[in-house]
């Protein structure tokens, strides 16, 4: 596929880089493959509707195996609208899994993947639709046959991570509250995955947290590729996006981890879907569309400010006139 957009198939998947042969010692240029941009709902979608690339993404964010995996009704829901007029919209995934733990044990969970431009974005659809939001509860026999509620761990991709807070992926989980009043009390730690060390924000959307949770800020992703899991993530990384055609983010293919491929080739196998590629131009399109209309309604707002400053001062220029007449 030579790019997003095109119609000329998967027949040739690799788009090679020019040779570099000035001086024997200088190596090929890295071959690059072209894919479809995930930021995208309907590409984002599309990549984890595979079961097998869905798979791939969610173990290494989670960093255990997931050995089953079985989606759950998807949805995009358009919320309150910020405040250039834009609707918020947030996509809403959810997976039963059967992960392999630590132990040897495999223990069922329910995954939720929630995409959404920015955590404030996120936080102003909790509180228009805060019960829809959380979804249904999910159930599963135990091991004694009773029924109980899947433990829960929500994945947040957030376009435009959170202020101040440096790591692409962040880790938020239960543990011990050493210095908490009761006994077995528990609070929820933050942990730069790459890093390990702890991260430490007033954030409010970090506050809200109530559970276990993976934050990744695609934001945040350019140029870090410390990890394995921080080049599979290469794929999310909005600066790799072609300024001219943002439906197309390049990946070099030589760092990209061999047993990762596959979300490669569904994101390449994306870009070659005609009903995909319309999407993301509706896409665009309804974006511009909303973006005029709040320009013309902050247009319209600045009219109407005007014009209130106008009837005020003619307002007291009035009262000015009948305080002098009733003195006079």
Same mark, same amino acid.
């Given at each position: 596929?030579?790019?997003?957009?095109?119609?000329?198939?998967?027949?040739?998947?690799?788009?090679?880089?020019?040779?570099?042969?000035?001086?024997?010692?200088?190596?090929?240029?890295?071959?690059?493959?072209?894919?479809?941009?995930?930021?995208?709902?309907?590409?984002?979608?599309?990549?984890?509707?595979?079961?097998?690339?869905?798979?791939?993404?969610?173990?290494?964010?989670?960093?255990?195996?997931?050995?089953?995996?079985?989606?759950?009704?998807?949805?995009?829901?358009?919320?309150?609208?910020?405040?250039?007029?834009?609707?918020?919209?947030?996509?809403?995934?959810?997976?039963?899994?059967? +992960?392999?733990?630590?132990?040897?044990?495999?223990?069922? !969970?329910?995954?939720?993947? /929630?995409? =959404? *431009? &920015?955590?404030? @974005? $996120?936080?102003?659809?909790?509180?228009?639709?805060?019960?829809?939001?959380?979804?249904?509860?999910?159930?599963?026999?135990?091991?004694?046959?009773?029924?109980?509620?899947?433990?829960?761990?929500? +994945?947040?991709?957030?376009?435009?991570?959170?202020?101040? !807070?440096?790591?692409?992926? /962040?880790? =938020? *989980? &239960?543990?011990? @509250? $050493?210095?908490?009043?009761?006994?077995?009390?528990?609070?929820?730690?933050?942990?730069?995955?790459?890093?390990?060390?702890?991260?430490?924000?007033?954030?409010?959307?970090?506050?809200?947290?109530?559970?276990?949770?993976?934050?990744?800020?695609?934001?945040?992703?350019?140029?870090?590729?410390?990890?394995?899991?921080?080049?599979?993530?290469?794929?999310?990384?909005?600066?790799?996006?072609?300024?001219?055609?943002?439906?197309?983010?390049?990946?070099?293919?030589?760092?990209?981890?061999?047993?990762?491929?596959?979300?490669?080739?569904?994101?390449?196998?994306?870009?070659?879907?005609?009903?995909?590629?319309?999407?993301?131009?509706?896409?665009?399109?309804?974006?511009?569309?909303?973006?005029?209309?709040?320009?013309?309604?902050?247009?319209?707002?600045?009219?109407?400010?005007?014009?209130?400053?106008?009837?005020?001062?003619?307002?007291?220029?009035?009262?000015?006139?009948?305080?002098?007449?009733?003195?006079?």
């Amino acid at each position: 596929m030579s790019g997003v957009g095109r119609d000329d198939g998967l027949d040739a998947p690799f788009r090679r880089a020019p040779m570099c042969r000035i001086g024997s010692h200088r190596p090929e240029v890295p071959r690059a493959m072209i894919i479809a941009n995930p930021k995208y709902d309907v590409v984002f979608t599309y990549l984890f509707e595979d079961e097998k690339a869905a798979r791939l993404v969610l173990s290494a964010l989670l960093g255990r195996e997931v050995l089953e995996l079985h989606l759950r009704p998807t949805e995009r829901r358009p919320g309150a609208s910020r405040s250039d007029f834009v609707p918020i919209l947030v996509l809403r995934m959810e997976f039963t899994a059967k +992960v392999q733990m630590e132990d040897g044990s495999r223990n069922q !969970v329910l995954i939720e993947i /929630l995409k =959404v *431009r &920015s955590p404030r @974005d $996120l936080q102003r659809y909790r509180r228009f639709a805060s019960a829809e939001v959380a979804g249904p509860r999910v159930l599963d026999l135990d091991a004694e046959g009773k029924r109980r509620e899947l433990p829960v761990v929500t +994945v947040y991709c957030l376009l435009e991570g959170l202020d101040n !807070v440096d790591g692409p992926v /962040l880790n =938020v *989980r &239960s543990v011990p @509250d $050493l210095h908490g009043g009761d006994a077995g009390s528990r609070r929820l730690e933050c942990l730069d995955v790459a890093t390990g060390s702890e991260v430490w924000t007033a954030d409010p959307f970090m506050a809200s947290l109530t559970h276990g949770s993976i934050i990744v800020q695609c934001n945040r992703l350019k140029d870090r590729r410390r990890t394995e899991l921080e080049r599979l993530l290469e794929v999310f990384d909005p600066s790799l996006a072609f300024r001219s055609q943002p439906h197309e983010v390049d990946i070099p293919e030589e760092p990209f981890p061999e047993r990762h491929r596959e979300v490669l080739y569904r994101l390449m196998r994306a870009g070659a879907e005609r009903a995909i590629r319309e999407k993301m131009d509706l896409d665009d399109d309804l974006l511009s569309v909303f973006r005029d209309m709040g320009r013309e309604r902050a247009d319209l707002l600045q009219a109407i400010e005007e014009k209130n400053l106008v009837i005020e001062a003619r307002n007291r220029q009035i009262a000015d006139r009948e305080r002098r007449l009733a003195s006079g």
